[in-house]
């Protein structure tokens, strides 16, 4: 993987990039079954990829918190867009096609998807977790921080040359990275109080003597009601549409009740769910015991 970043940027800022590029090669080769790499763009290339795409391109904005915080951009072509959406939606390659809302949303979920990988990886460089979330379809109101670029380049001639544009809050928050730091001691103990004072209150169960119970975890991308008749219809390769729009986030279920939701990841080849909002521990017994 060959990347020209500027020399003056950062290590932080590097190991960033790094994490993304290896991330968007990672998800795109568990998709495809095709090795993929990337190799940075000249600064005559993103400087021509930025006029261009600023007039043009799809973006892609995403904010950061936790151990990183601030924004930062993704654009690329709208063919290139095109052709990642149908990628993701396993559809051959269709240049004639319109960027449809649908084909918008499945790039904003392979997006998604490489920043699920791309924060993971970035976990014990930064020495905390990261949390990146979808932001909408701009570059940003502010003056960018660094503009960088690279080209994904999958199997023969397919290339994505992609533009990532480092908010001036991020550019500080890469800059001054702090060291890795050991969890205090008493965060689990901490996260568990609720459930300990609840077991220990009258009139409400022991919590503890149940922690060792394994219980059956699922995600839920939707559901929808059919009647009968076309359930018995179904045949392979038939088409079930869900309730559910692309970018909505799944749910976690324990013993059939929602507990969580999160974004779908891949993670060594397999599916993960990154958790966003997950009910407190009293609502999660509750639901549970419903």
Same mark, same amino acid.
């Given at each position: 993987m060959?990347?020209?970043?500027s020399?003056?940027a ?7 990039l ?8 990672d ?10 790499s990337?190799?940075?763009l000249?600064?005559?290339e993103?400087?021509?990829q930025a ?6 391109g799809?973006w892609?904005r995403?904010t950061?918190?936790n151990?990183l915080?601030?924004?930062q951009s ?11 959406a149908?990628?993701?939606m396993?559809?051959?390659f ?6 449809s ?9 392979l ?8 924060a993971?990886?970035?976990?014990p460089q930064?020495?905390?977790e990261?949390? =990146?979330?979808? @932001?909408?379809?701009? &570059? %940003?109101?502010?003056?960018?921080? #660094?503009?960088?670029?690279f080209? /994904?380049?999958?199997v ?21 990275r702090?060291?890795?730091k050991?969890?205090p001691?008493?965060?689990a103990?901490?996260r568990?109080?609720? =459930?300990?004072s @609840?077991?220990?209150s &009258? %009139?409400?169960?022991?919590?503890? #003597?149940?922690l060792?119970v394994? /219980? ?12 009968l008749?076309d359930?018995?219809?179904l ?5 079930v549409?869900?309730?559910q729009?692309?970018?909505e986030?799944v749910?976690?279920?324990?013993g059939?009740?929602v507990?969580?939701h999160?974004e ?5 080849g ?5 958790v966003?909002?997950?009910l407190n ?5 509750e639901?549970l015991?419903?």
């Amino acid at each position: 993987m060959s990347n020209e970043i500027s020399p003056s940027a950062s290590d932080g800022t590097k190991v960033y990039l790094s994490a993304w590029t290896a991330s968007a090669c990672d998800v795109l080769e568990k998709i495809t079954g095709t090795a993929f790499s990337a190799e940075g763009l000249t600064s005559q290339e993103v400087a021509e990829q930025a006029e261009t795409l600023r007039r043009e391109g799809i973006w892609l904005r995403f904010t950061l918190a936790n151990a990183l915080k601030g924004e930062q951009s993704f654009g690329i072509c709208k063919s290139d867009a095109l052709h990642l959406a149908q990628i993701l939606m396993g559809e051959p390659f269709d240049p004639t096609r319109d960027f449809s809302s649908e084909y918008q949303d499945a790039l904003a979920e392979l997006f998604r998807q490489f920043a699920g990988t791309a924060a993971l990886a970035l976990k014990p460089q930064v020495g905390g977790e990261v949390s =990146l979330q979808w @932001a909408g379809y701009d &570059p %940003g109101n502010w003056k960018p921080h #660094l503009q960088w670029g690279f080209r /994904l380049k999958g199997v023969g001639t397919t290339q994505f040359p992609l533009l990532i544009l480092i908010g001036p809050d991020l550019g500080e928050s890469l800059a001054s990275r702090p060291a890795p730091k050991a969890a205090p001691p008493s965060a689990a103990s901490n996260r568990s109080a609720p =459930l300990t004072s @609840a077991a220990a209150s &009258p %009139g409400k169960r022991n919590i503890n #003597l149940l922690l060792d119970v394994e /219980l059956p975890l699922a995600l839920r991308f939707g559901k929808r009601e059919m009647p009968l008749s076309d359930i018995l219809d179904l045949t392979a390769g038939a088409v079930v549409e869900l309730d559910q729009k692309i970018l909505e986030p799944v749910e976690l279920l324990v013993g059939g009740k929602v507990v969580a939701h999160g974004e779908v990841v891949v993670l060594d080849g397999h599916y993960a769910l990154r958790v966003t909002e997950v009910l407190n521990p009293e609502e999660r017994i509750e639901s549970l015991a419903a």
